[in-house]
């Protein structure tokens, strides 16, 4: 896992921009490092399945104990949730709503991107932010709709992070009770341990994938809070009992809220434009009560010290 392993760590790159590193510096230079293993030979019975995910780390890396795993784990995801904390800060007290949009490579996040960006662009200010390994690809295909896009190449990594998210927002500006769209790195593993500072998790399965997905990847439809099935528009050409997909999403995620999409129909996306604009109204209603607080709270102060 790369909690572990430090894949990538140093390789990002952000459009426009050059180095960024764990440390805030920006800078350009090669990054080069070397992994040594100790390699232990484990000797296994013929017929049974190997299950190297099920030790206290969740996780194996040659040469490594599994108590340093844990603890390289907790001291990256502590780093990146103090960063995600400070983006979290800074989307409530603008009212804005942000949406972590993940699922694995092909299940169409950037098409149902575009086509959600083009049905709630007139009635809401929208940015997004776009992470790939490589290329910048799916930013321009954003920034054709008519928003701003900034573009996150991960290098090695297979993950955005907190510390990444917060380089963009300094980059974007946001305005005021918006909506911010972060989609990640086409991967169903690591995304999931990566709080960003989103409201939510958006997992997105195609129905070209299996229905036992969800199963076969916990993590991150547990980490979800929303599920889009998408590419519905195919199930007439394909094998897929899509009843059994949301039941396996909801055996590993009971509270999870289901949504069938396609990215060709305006109409299958309506429940889940009405779940964004009602996100967006909580974050409006949420910020004004907080500006109303923060009021009274001044009034109060002020009143205090006019009596001393």
Request: hydrophobic share 40%; with cysteine.
């Amino acid at each position: 896992m790369c909690t572990v392993c430090g894949c990538g760590e140093g390789e990002a790159r952000i459009e426009g921009a050059v180095h960024v590193h764990a440390d805030g510096t920006v800078h350009s230079h090669s990054h080069e490092h070397a992994h040594e293993h100790d390699h232990h030979h484990h000797e296994h019975g013929v017929g049974g399945d190997l299950d190297f995910g099920a030790g206290p780390a969740r996780a194996h890396a040659p040469g490594m104990s599994q108590s340093r795993m844990v603890q390289i784990e907790q001291d990256i995801l502590a780093k990146n949730n103090g960063y995600a904390a400070e983006n979290r800060r800074y989307f409530d007290e603008r009212g804005i709503f942000a949406l972590n949009l993940v699922s694995g490579p092909g299940a169409g996040k950037t098409a149902l991107l575009v086509k959600t960006i083009e049905l709630l662009k007139g009635k809401v200010a929208i940015s997004v932010v776009e992470g790939d390994q490589q290329t910048s690809n799916d930013a321009e295909r954003i920034r054709a709709t008519g928003v701003p896009a900034l573009q996150i190449n991960t290098g090695k990594g297979c993950h955005l992070d907190g510390h990444m998210v917060g380089h963009a927002l300094e980059r974007l500006q946001p305005p005021d009770e918006s909506l911010f769209l972060i989609e990640n790195v086409g991967n169903l593993v690591c995304p999931a341990a990566f709080d960003l500072g989103e409201h939510h998790k958006v997992a997105i399965l195609s129905v070209t994938e299996g229905e036992d997905k969800p199963l076969k990847y916990p993590d991150m439809f547990r980490a979800a809070d929303v599920m889009l099935l998408n590419k519905c528009d195919l199930l007439p050409y394909l094998e897929f009992d899509a009843d059994l997909a949301e039941a396996n999403a909801r055996r590993v995620n009971p509270d999870l809220t289901i949504f069938r999409v396609s990215a060709t129909s305006s109409e299958s996306l309506a429940a889940w434009l009405s779940w964004i604009e009602a996100g967006l109204e909580a974050q409006r209603g949420q910020r004004t009560e907080t500006v109303a607080t923060l009021k009274r709270r001044v009034a109060e102060l002020e009143l205090q010290l006019a009596g001393k």
